[in-house]
């Protein structure tokens, strides 16, 4: 695996991020999870997050997205070591390291 | 003699009767020429109220007045006809709710025959003409809106999660990051909500079944305030609340909220909000109606009303308040009312 790569959802996936399903239009948690964010770790060991450039985040999107690792597999431990959120939000950080220790496998 | 007595009593009887009537009209609170169909021979003419508002005052004359337009239309039989003429003040909610039912109404029934008296009221002219309402009831009106408080009025509409229409349009609203970051994600949740929690049954309102899932949105800036509300007209959060969880679990959450364990709307209304915030750690659950009141919670002086069939929850500087309505409104229509001067939190 090589080491570290910066996805910025706002830049490279969609400034208006929404919804929980596929069904639920084309910016939904779990094509972002499914196309974008599940490569990625496995092809790296460390994923940065840009939060900061779309206007903002249903919990439907964020809890499909990252609770969503969870329950496909991922260890929560291990997703949160190798994440890294940045957003100057920490209400939204918080949010969405809450749904990963609160997912259930 | 006999004859003057029997006179006399008669007037007695109809004096009574008239008083007994007077008295029921006063006890409804609606006098019931407002509402009168005045009919030719050929249509029913439905009188607008005079303020389209769903506040306490107003709401049971939108809920009647929208009743008595279904009510006409589905019976398919004579011209229907909206009588703007009493109207005198449109406000975002109510307006919304008309909108949207004409424009169901229109899908549902492409050839009913439906026209309108125009408004007398020079503002609720613009605004009918602004929305295109009169153009959907084929009046041809030669108003050009000018007023800054009438083309200030946006709308949206889709029948799938659409995040691009409404965030464009809050992206050109003069709104702070962190306005428009929370007003996003209420305006967005009260979308998914809609689309998918809102169609999965019928909505038992007298007209042909309605198969597309649709939301329609209003934005409305003026002066220092900004209103955005969100319609669906599906079956409500109080039918659709059972379809989600179980009967013990709603009425745990009912109890949470005050004595008394009779499932009204508006507690329905507000057990679905409680609900979505205790229980976000279970499977798949965000926190769904509980984004709504987001906003409210950090712009100081922000409202937010959630009126859903008979129900009315309004919650605002941290405290919920409800009330209940004789009339369903056959939907759900999400109310924002946020500030734009000072700072959010």
């Known amino acids: 695996m ?5 996805i910025n959802i706002g830049k490279q996936f969609s400034r208006y991020p929404v919804g929980r399903y596929r069904a639920d239009g084309d910016s939904n ?42 329950r496909s597999g991922f260890k929560a431990d291990d997703l949160l070591k190798r994440l890294t959120l940045n957003t100057a939000d920490d209400s939204l950080k918080k949010e969405i390291i809450s749904y990963i220790k609160e997912a259930k496998q | 003699m006999a004859t003057r007595k029997v006179r006399r009593w008669k007037y007695i009887r109809h004096q009574r009767v008239v008083e007994r009537k007077r008295l029921k009209r006063k006890r409804l609170k609606v006098p019931k020429e407002k509402f009168l169909l005045a009919s030719n021979l050929n249509e029913d003419v439905i009188l607008a109220p005079e303020v ?4 306490p005052r107003h709401h049971q004359d939108v809920a009647r007045f929208m009743e008595q337009v279904r009510k ?9 006809c909206l009588d703007f003429r009493p109207t005198q003040k449109m406000a ?18 492409p050839n009913a025959a439906i026209r309108c008296v125009p408004a007398r009221n020079k503002v609720v002219g613009q605004i009918l003409q602004h929305l295109q309402i009169y153009d959907l009831l084929g009046h041809d009106a030669q108003i050009t809106p000018d007023r800054k408080d009438v083309i200030s009025w946006r709308t949206a509409t889709s029948g799938y999660i ?12 003069a709104l702070d990051d962190v306005r428009a970051k929370h007003l996003f994600r209420g305006a967005t949740e009260a979308m998914v909500n809609a689309i998918n929690h809102a169609y999965q049954e019928s909505r038992n309102d007298g007209l042909v079944a309605f198969t597309e899932k649709k939301w329609w949105m209003f934005f409305r800036q003026h002066e220092d305030k900004l209103a955005v509300a969100v319609c669906d007209l599906g079956i409500g959060i109080p039918r659709s609340l059972p379809l989600k969880y179980a009967s013990e679990v709603i009425q745990e959450a009912m109890s949470v909220l005050s004595v008394g364990y009779k499932a009204t709307d508006s507690r329905l209304i507000q057990a679905a909000m409680e609900l979505q915030r205790t229980r976000t750690s279970q499977v798949g659950r965000g926190r769904g109606l509980n984004d ?3 906003i409210v919670d950090e712009v100081p002086g922000g409202i937010l009303y959630i009126f859903s069939n008979k129900g009315l929850v309004q919650y605002e500087g941290g405290v919920f308040t409800r009330r209940n309505f004789r009339i369903s409104l056959f939907g759900t229509v999400v ?8 700072e959010a939190e």
């Open chain 1, 2 to 6: 090589t080491t570290l790569k910066v």
């Open chain 1, 29 to 70: 948690g779990e094509k972002f999870r499914e196309d974008v964010l599940r490569p990625l770790l496995v092809m790296r060991d460390d994923v940065v997050i840009e939060f900061d450039d779309a206007l903002g985040y249903g919990s439907s999107f964020l809890e499909e997205a990252f609770g969503g690792l969870v």
């Open chain 2, 52 to 55: 389209f508002g769903l506040n």
């Open chain 2, 72 to 80: 006409a239309v589905s019976s398919r039989e004579r011209i229907v």
């Open chain 2, 92 to 109: 975002a909610g109510a307006t919304l709710l008309l909108y949207s039912e004409l424009h169901r109404i229109k899908r549902l029934y």
């Open chain 2, 162 to 173: 659409d995040g691009n229409a409404v965030g464009n349009i809050i992206s050109q609203l």
């Open chain 2, 292 to 294: 709504l009141r987001r």
């Open chain 2, 335 to 342: 109310l924002w009312i946020i500030p734009l001067g000072g």
